[in-house]
Every structure is written in C-alpha cells, then in structure tokens.
C-alpha cells in the first residue's frame, strides 16, 4: 500500500507493464463477441447481479475496461473497495436514491446542498419521500423506513462542514452519503470517518480540467452491487473516453487541489479585509468549533469560498461581468479560477426560504480558485470590486 500521491498517479494502471503500453487501452466497443453461449450466459447474470467483472463484458452498458480501471483508481484514493461511476453526479445520485428504495421511502437531507441535489431530493422523483433536517434532528427524525440520510461537507455554495463521524453516530444502521465534491479525498475520506457511500461529482475536481462530465459513488464491494444493477438497467453509464479523460486527471489531483487552496487562502484572507466585501465564507477563516471540525476531518480548508458583495444582486451582477482572468461560469474544480452566482444560477431552483436560511443572498459569488498565480487572481478581483 502506497502513499497518496504514488496511489494517484500509478492506481488503475498496474498491469501496464504487462499489456507492454504506458497510457491506459481506451476500449470504445458497444459490443462484444461471444465465444461460448454458457460463459456468456454466466457473465450476463454476473455483471447484472452487480459484479464488478466478468469473463465477458458482453455489452458496453454492463461493463467497459476502461471504465473499469478509473473506478479501480478512484476507489482506492478514497480508501474504499469499490467505485462506480456514471454519466455525471446527477446519475450517481440518482443510482444511490433508486438503490435505497427497496430498503423504505424516506430520505433524511441535511441543507445546503447542490441546488439540482436539493431539486433532485425535494421532486420527490426517485420514489422517496425528502425530509430535510439539520444534522443536530436526524437522530430524532429517523423512522422505520427511512433508508438514506444524505449530508454534503463542504456544503454548497456557503461551505459548511457537517461533521461525518456525528451524523454517521445518529443515523445508527441508516446508511449516511457523503457528498465530497469540494473536498476531494485529498482533503477528506468519508468512508473511512463511517460514511456508506461518498459521492463526487467527478466533473469537477477529479476531471479537474473541465472537460468531462462524470460522478462516482465510492463504497463497500457489497454496496456497489446494487449501484452497478441501477447503472446497467437505467444506462446512467459513464463513456470510456468520459473515463479516460476522468483517469488522466488522478495524477494531478493533489498538486491541483493543494496550489488552488493555497491560492484560495490568500484570497480569503484579503477579501475578508476588503469594503466593498461584508461577508466571506471560507473553512480556513472560520473560528472555535468549526475550526475543530476542520481540524478533524480535513486535510485543508480547500479551494472554493464565497463571500458577500455590498448591494445586492446588481453589483454580484458587476463583478461577474467585470473579472478577466476568472471565468464567470458555474462549475467548479478545475485549473482555473470560476466565479458564480449561486442565487441566480446554481440554486436557482432551491425554495426561497430554504436558500434565505442558508445564507443564499443575492450579493453572494461564489469562487472556485484555480492554480493561476495568486497575485493575478488578487489583481483581477480588485479591480472587478472597484
Ligand atoms: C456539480 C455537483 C453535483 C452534480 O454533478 P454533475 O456532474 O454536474 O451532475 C453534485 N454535487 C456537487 C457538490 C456538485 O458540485
């Protein structure tokens, strides 16, 4: 067992030596040919059992190689057995929902989270009944068919932390998912604090360049039968060269994600002295038991903040349109720096008490910070709040 970094740029590709190549097979097959109609027959009931692999893929959306080796990679930099990955964030969500039907209707969901996650949960749409709660009311909140409770930490847009080991401890036998888009596993493991599943849109920091949509669910070999049983009926599947890209982006993922948080940190500390700025939310500025908490189940403060602009929704409006180096975009995690405005783009479609509640104004920006030099990301910034 390596450390994290030899982990992130060798996991996925131990059998290069033997394949005799030094970049991963990219297999695009839709299909695949069958030599013996019984060793077929078997690896069909396998993979849609939810086996990981078979003697024969037989067909692109029970199994592809390629994908195979970005999940094998994945799932061991978050420490767990299995990873199964889909089409974006939305379809592992979805996946996760559909698979804990069977066990009850009712979903415990501690807010903020990512506004289509909050849609998605709120809807209804899956077959489960969302019952929303702070993470303090979920031991009270649990009832006999509650099957998930779902947290996000660091939370979206505001950058809560939830803490993992309290949640999993009430939610007793109820699996708890975890989604740790904002941390990545280079900041936090969640399996490893007692989450079930922990979730990632993949699209952003795992990808980390902006080119791929993709979401996994890390988890226990038992757990991800289930998933990869809802992947092969419902075709949320992730394409190979989707995966490939997803894979290539491993290597980098902790040099990435710790030149963004050093970067975000000095942007954090000079906004919060800024005056057209009344408020910034960042783990790395916050004091007493949220700082503990960082402490404990983070490696970093991470690389996205928000903070609060002076008048509102127009002059959120001003500084989206003025900045030059930072791309004025949703999205988060890659390379370079993106700056959003969550009321009116991400959490757009979040109940207007809920997003009040969760500190959602309409002079909030969020920043995802990139790893372009700090003092260009600084000047950029002063020069859009002027
Ligand atoms: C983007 C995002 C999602 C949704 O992922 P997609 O890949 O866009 O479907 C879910 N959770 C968080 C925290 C996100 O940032």
């Known amino acids: 067992m390596h450390r994290f970094q030899t982990t992130a740029v060798h996991a996925g590709r131990e059998d290069f030596g033997q394949l005799c190549v030094h970049a991963p097979p990219l297999d695009l097959s839709t299909t695949y040919p069958i030599n013996d109609l019984d060793v077929a027959g078997a690896s069909f009931d396998a993979l849609i059992g939810g086996q990981h692999a078979a003697a024969n ?35 592992a969500l979805t996946a996760v929902l559909l698979a804990r039907r069977a066990h009850g209707g009712h979903v415990l969901v501690v807010r903020p989270l990512y506004g289509t996650s909050d849609h998605l949960l709120a809807s209804g749409m899956c077959g489960l009944e969302a019952e929303f709660v702070t993470a303090a009311e979920i031991a009270s909140h649990l009832r006999a068919d509650t099957a998930l409770v779902v947290i996000e930490t660091p939370a979206n847009p505001t950058l809560d932390l939830v803490d993992i080991r309290a949640v999993v401890a009430a939610a007793g036998s109820v699996p708890v998912l975890v989604d740790s888009t904002f941390a990545t596993p280079v900041l936090q493991q969640p399996a490893l604090l007692g989450a079930t599943y922990v979730l990632h849109s993949a699209t952003k920091f795992l990808g980390g360049h902006g080119d791929v949509i993709a979401g996994v669910v890390c988890c226990s070999d038992a757990d991800a039968a289930p998933l990869r049983t809802v992947r092969a009926a419902t075709g949320g599947l992730l394409h190979p060269l989707a995966a490939y890209l997803l894979h290539r982006g491993l290597p980098t993922l902790k040099l990435r994600v710790e030149a963004a948080q050093a970067n975000a940190q000095v942007l954090a500390r000079r906004l919060a002295d800024h005056p057209a700025v009344s408020k910034v ?38 500084v989206m349109a003025a900045v030059k180096v930072m791309t004025a975009a949703v999205s988060l995690g890659s390379v370079d720096t993106l700056i959003q405005h969550p009321a009116g783009l991400t959490h757009r479609m979040v109940d207007p008490a809920a997003k009040a509640a969760s500190g959602i104004t309409d002079g909030l920006l969020r920043l995802s910070v990139g790893i372009e030099d700090a003092e260009d990301l600084w000047d950029d910034l002063l020069q859009a709040l002027a």
């Open 57 to 91: 893929p037989i067909y692109a959306r029970l199994h592809n190689p390629t994908v195979a080796r970005a999940e094998d990679a994945i799932a061991k930099l978050e420490g767990t057995e299995a990873c199964v990955a889909y089409a974006s964030g939305m379809a």
């Open 281 to 318: 939310f960042y783990p790395g500025l916050a004091q007493g038991a949220a700082a503990q908490l960082l402490a404990s189940q983070m490696r970093g403060p991470g690389c996205l903040m928000a903070f609060e602009v002076k008048g509102g929704h127009a002059a959120a409006a001003k």
